[in-house]
């Protein structure tokens, strides 16, 4: 049996099992639980075939079909590019008119149908751009707000130098393919969209006052730079009203606040715009909601974290209506319930502990466990990340079956030796995919691992 993080002291899930009402769509998600984003990296990729470049996968419908039967309020899925060269990675699924095609398209609605296989489950499309961010794998010259580069490679992947956008490119390059995005899966039937606007990706970039240094209307003061957010909104909405019951979030993280560019106060004027304007809902992490006991945190952690509580604490005084979910940390059902009846947000996030339990919402609410399955990798954000692409990876090899264990096949980080066994294994991909990066050559997929 797997081991669970420690707990401080048992809760009552009731809390966490109560419905959300948003306030534009009217849409209600069934539980105070969603999934956050996890990036697949598994949808079609093939340098020589571009048209058919970020296709969902049967795979990957395996997946969301059984997190859809995991009972979770809402599914969020990984980062899905809004065009076929601002990627955040290859395997990314891909959305844009100039790759359309009948094949596109049904692969979509199955897609959809597995997100929705119990009917339950509100299924979010999460839409992005890479802006700067994009790897020089995939595009010299991305475009972003300005020709400012990224010097500290992400994770030894290089970026080239981009080229700032013209101010009459942002709307054909950037707002359309959001809108036309958004279009596209509310026809495939998922129930909303969530706006990427975290982790240094192009949105995040345009809100920076680091990295924008336009001198147009996207530039300047934080209202311009807040510009382009809106927009997207309000062009999605001319499409798409509010009375087809279509959910429109975004996410936002106080990392992205904290580099310098955006002060608390400027954090909350921010959200409270994106309230005015008629989101949904506001995903806030950058940062740990709840401390295990007997962790040991690296001294930027704390600084980190207590920036993120600062915004935090003061975000739900400010709003009156957009729905809150915090993400981060969360491990167990105490922290959870104390987030939510503290007030201080409406649902919580949970991410990486999601992968090594497809079920665990369901779990939670039925009283069945306390804690997420333990990861001895909880503060080394890389070796967790890979950890949970390969779980990830793993439910995709079984389609779901009710009369087999939803987490059939999966990794158990909380062996301590199947943890060490993957771990050493894991080196040698790393050894592999760093040359690839060194060269600035595509990397599909993650590290696929069965311990046989
Ligand atoms: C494997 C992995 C992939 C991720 N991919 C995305 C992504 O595509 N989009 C996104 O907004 N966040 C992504 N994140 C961040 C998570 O959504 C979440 O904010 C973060 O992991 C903190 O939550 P947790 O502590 O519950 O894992 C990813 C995290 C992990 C571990």
Same mark, same amino acid.
């Given at each position: 049996?797997? $081991?669970? #993080?420690?707990?401080?002291?048992?809760?009552?899930?009731? @809390?966490?099992?109560?419905?959300?009402?948003?306030?534009?769509?009217?849409?209600?998600? $069934?539980?105070?639980?969603?999934?956050?984003?996890?990036?697949? $990296?598994?949808?079609?990729?093939?340098?020589?075939?571009?048209?058919?470049?970020?296709?969902?996968?049967?795979?990957?419908?395996?997946?969301y079909?059984?997190?859809?039967h995991?009972?979770?309020?809402?599914?969020?899925?990984?980062?899905?590019?809004? /065009?076929?060269?601002?990627?955040?990675?290859?395997?990314?699924? +891909? +959305?844009?008119?100039?790759?359309?095609?009948?094949?596109?398209?049904?692969?979509?609605?199955?897609?959809?149908?597995? #997100?929705?296989?119990?009917?339950?489950?509100?299924?979010?499309?999460?839409?992005?751009?890479?802006? %700067?961010?994009?790897?020089?794998?995939?595009?010299?010259?991305? +475009?972003?707000?300005? /020709? !400012?580069?990224?010097?500290?490679?992400?994770?030894?992947?290089?970026?080239?130098?981009?080229?700032?956008?013209?101010?009459?490119?942002?709307?054909?390059?950037?707002?359309?393919?959001?809108v036309?995005?958004?279009?596209?899966?509310?026809?495939?039937?998922?129930?909303g969209?969530? =706006?990427?606007?975290?982790?240094?990706? *192009?949105?995040?970039?345009?809100?920076?006052? %680091?990295?924008?240094?336009?001198?147009? $209307?996207?530039?300047?003061? *934080?209202?311009?730079?807040?510009?382009?957010?809106l927009?997207?909104?309000?062009?999605?909405?001319? !499409?798409?009203?509010?009375?087809?019951?279509?959910? +429109?979030?975004?996410?936002?993280?106080?990392?992205?606040?904290?580099?310098?560019?955006?002060?608390? /106060?400027?954090a909350?004027?921010?959200?409270?715009?994106?309230?005015?304007?008629?989101?949904?809902?506001i995903? #806030?992490?950058?940062?740990?909601?709840?401390?295990?006991?007997?962790?040991?945190r690296?001294?930027?952690? =704390?600084?980190? /974290?207590?920036?993120? *509580?600062?915004?935090?604490?003061?975000?739900?005084?400010?709003?009156?209506?957009?729905?809150?979910?915090?993400?981060?940390?969360? %491990?167990?059902?105490?922290?959870?319930?104390?987030?939510?009846?503290?007030?201080?947000?409406?649902?919580?996030? =949970?991410?990486?502990?999601?992968?090594?339990?497809?079920? *665990?919402?369901? @779990?939670?609410?039925?009283?069945?466990?306390?804690?997420? !399955? #333990?990861?001895?990798?909880?503060?080394?954000?890389?070796?967790?990340?890979?950890?949970?692409?390969?779980?990830?990876?793993?439910?995709?090899?079984?389609?779901?079956?009710?009369?087999?264990?939803?987490n059939?096949?999966?990794?158990?980080?909380?062996?301590?030796?199947?943890?060490?066994?993957?771990?050493?294994?894991?080196?040698?991909?790393?050894?592999? !995919?760093?040359?690839?990066?060194? @060269?600035?050559l595509?990397?599909?997929?993650?590290?696929?691992?069965?311990?046989?």
């Open positions: 049996m797997s $081991r669970r #993080f420690p707990i401080k002291a048992t809760a009552n899930p009731a @809390k966490l099992a109560e419905s959300i009402t948003f306030p534009t769509s009217k849409k209600t998600a $069934r539980n105070r639980i969603m999934k956050a984003a996890l990036t697949e $990296r598994v949808a079609t990729w093939n340098p020589e075939d571009p048209l058919n470049n970020g296709i969902p996968t049967q795979e990957l419908c395996n997946m079909e059984k997190y859809s995991g009972g979770y309020g809402m599914l969020i899925s990984g980062n899905t590019c809004i /065009d076929p060269i601002h990627l955040e990675t290859a395997g990314n699924v +891909i +959305i844009h008119e100039s790759i359309d095609s009948p094949q596109r398209r049904a692969a979509f609605k199955q897609y959809a149908a597995a #997100f929705k296989a119990d009917p339950k489950n509100l299924a979010i499309v999460q839409l992005n751009s890479g802006g %700067r961010q994009t790897p020089l794998a995939y595009c010299e010259h991305p +475009i972003a707000p300005s /020709d !400012i580069q990224l010097t500290d490679a992400r994770g030894g992947i290089a970026c080239g130098k981009p080229r700032a956008l013209e101010t009459d490119e942002i709307k054909p390059l950037i707002i359309d393919n959001f036309y995005a958004a279009k596209y899966v509310y026809e495939a039937g998922f129930d969209v969530q =706006i990427h606007v975290a982790h240094g990706f *192009l949105l995040a970039q345009f809100l920076s006052e %680091r990295i924008n240094n336009r001198t147009d $209307r996207y530039g300047g003061s *934080l209202e311009n730079r807040a510009r382009i957010v927009e997207i909104y309000e062009a999605i909405r001319e !499409i798409i009203p509010a009375e087809t019951g279509f959910i +429109i979030g975004l996410k936002v993280t106080s990392a992205d606040f904290d580099s310098g560019d955006v002060k608390v /106060d400027d909350l004027w921010l959200c409270k715009e994106f309230e005015r304007i008629g989101y949904d809902f995903e #806030f992490g950058g940062g740990a909601n709840e401390v295990i006991e007997g962790e040991i690296a001294a930027s952690t =704390i600084k980190r /974290d207590a920036f993120y *509580l600062e915004v935090a604490k003061q975000l739900r005084s400010s709003l009156d209506k957009i729905i809150l979910y915090f993400t981060g940390g969360f %491990r167990t059902v105490h922290g959870m319930v104390s987030a939510v009846e503290s007030g201080l947000c409406d649902g919580v996030g =949970i991410g990486g502990p999601t992968a090594s339990e497809f079920d *665990l919402p369901a @779990k939670i609410l039925s009283g069945q466990v306390q804690s997420a !399955i #333990f990861n001895p990798w909880n503060q080394d954000y890389g070796l967790r990340k890979y950890a949970c692409n390969t779980q990830m990876w793993q439910a995709q090899q079984t389609p779901y079956d009710p009369n087999v264990d939803i059939a096949g999966l990794l158990d980080v909380s062996d301590e030796a199947a943890a060490e066994k993957y771990k050493k294994a894991l080196l040698v991909y790393f050894a592999k !995919i760093s040359e690839a990066n060194k @060269k600035s595509p990397v599909h997929g993650v590290f696929e691992y069965q311990d046989i």
